[in-house]
């Protein structure tokens, strides 16, 4: 049973009935995909912020961060700071603060790198999202690919000894110790608590993911089926590479740029092509490189989007030769 269905006709009825469009024609359908791919999204957004509401409320990223620093992992540590890095904020810019926090905390550089590449391409609204677009299956290969990326990331980075290239900004801020403040309240108000901060996340990114799914819809609608295939194909060595320098001028957070990979998948383009232009424009940005500066230096910026950029690529050569979406 499609759990959507209700959303399809309402879909329907809105493109159909109510504006009036053609069904098959390329406004009518674009416009039957915004709707749908939108309130389907918007959805699922709700809910799982008041589920993350709730998680946060009783797992903070601050006990996570200090569990990590609490003994010695032998190497484990790469995977635990990459597995943190999913569960924590939507962009670069918002994780340069526990970023901060992780050194200070006296973890080491490549471990944090690890969390730093891994915070902007993969958090929670990303994997709900993912899966409800192309199913489970590629979404757990998708978290694992991002996980990896940022575990292999780190460890290359910390065989670099890449400390010295930290900024001064780093090292001025004094390690003042965050105190988890845990307030009390009744059930009821907890429920009211975790539904205004999960209404508020949802407010939050909800322009980026309309915005994203307006794009998608576009290439839904306007752009012929099959039209990528004459270009890019996942035997086109070149396509990863290119796909990937491309996103680079670009900026958006993961939510954003998923329904416009939806899009590109179906119009031809291979899955892994369009998995490292994903990853390329969350992980990879030019703006991003900005707000970097203020913690790395360039040498350690250099090497940071160069590693990246490397295994970003390997994954969009992987998911192209061994990923099916049938």
Not at 301 to 321: K, R
């Amino acid at each position: 049973m499609n759990i959507f269905y209700p959303l399809e006709l309402t879909a329907d009825y809105l493109s159909y009935g109510l504006f009036n469009l053609i069904k098959g024609s390329h406004l009518g359908d674009s416009v039957n995909f915004f709707i749908y791919d939108s309130l389907k999204i918007l959805l699922l957004l709700l809910a799982i912020n008041y589920l993350m509401a709730i998680i946060r409320h009783y797992l903070p990223i601050e006990k996570l961060r200090d569990f990590l620093a609490s003994r010695k992992w032998y190497g484990l540590d790469y995977l635990l700071a990459a597995v943190f890095g999913t569960i924590t904020p939507f962009c670069s810019c918002s994780s340069i603060p526990l970023f901060i926090g992780f050194l200070e905390a006296g973890i080491p550089l490549g471990v944090t790198l690890s969390f730093l590449i891994v915070s902007p391409l993969v958090n929670q609204v990303a994997v709900v999202l993912f899966a409800g677009l192309f199913g489970w299956k590629v979404t757990v290969l998708y978290v694992v690919a991002a996980v990896s990326l940022g575990v292999v990331g780190g460890f290359i980075l910390s065989k670099l000894k890449l400390e010295k290239y930290v900024t001064d900004y780093v090292r001025k801020i004094k390690n003042d110790k965050l105190e988890i403040k845990t307030e009390k309240l009744s059930r009821k108000k907890l429920l009211f608590k975790f539904w205004r901060e999960g209404l508020a996340m949802t407010k939050k990114i909800t322009p980026y993911v309309l915005i994203g799914i307006a794009v998608g819809a576009a290439i839904h609608g306007f752009v012929p089926a099959g039209f990528f295939e004459n270009y890019i194909t996942a035997e086109n060595l070149l396509a990863v590479p290119v796909a990937t320098i491309v996103a680079v001028p670009m900026y958006a957070n993961a939510v954003g740029v998923i329904p416009i990979m939806q899009s590109l998948v179906e119009k031809g383009i291979p899955l892994g092509t369009a998995m490292a232009f994903m990853l390329a424009i969350v992980g990879l940005s030019l703006p991003e490189a900005l707000i970097l500066k203020r913690v790395m230096k360039v040498k350690l910026l250099i090497y940071f989007f160069g590693v990246t950029t490397i295994n970003i690529m390997i994954i969009g050569y992987l998911f192209n030769a061994f990923v099916n979406l049938n």
